[in-house]
């Protein structure tokens, strides 16, 4: 059974795992979680209906973690030196029905130096 579950909650960036800034609310769209300028970490609820075992997609502009409860479920290099503009993955995770809390931390956006960008313009940089 296939359903998107719904988000109850989406926090403010913060410093680190535990920064307080992370129980307040940051407006998002269903779907889409905006990435805070003011920290590298953010948390979220998601409602999880029935036990099993929950598919989770993601497309992300910046390289990230992923920790569902203190289980670190995504660990990508947050410093590599790859210009992609997207990293997608798909993680499978059992769950308790009710609440899931997760955290995410973001590392900063790939970018070349800044001759390469003034020197060689890229076709898609409206969309990046």
Known sequence: MEKELPLLFWS??????FDTQLGHSFSFQDGILPLSKEG?????KLLVPANGTLVMEYTSPR????????????DECL???SFQREVRGAVLF???E???AFTVETGPRPTH?????????SRNRKKV
């Not at 590298?40 to 979220?44: A, D, E, K, P, S």
């Not at 390289?63 to 995504?74: A, E, H, K, Q």
């Open 12 to 17: 403010m960036g913060g410093c680190d795992r």
């Open 40 to 44: 590298r970490f953010q948390q979220g």
């Open 63 to 74: 390289p990230l973690r992923i920790w569902f409860g203190d289980v670190l479920i995504v």
């Open 79 to 81: 410093y590599r030196y």
């Open 94 to 96: 059992p769950c308790d």
């Open 98 to 100: 009710g609440e899931v």
């Open 113 to 121: 130096l800044p001759f390469v960008d003034e020197h060689c313009p």
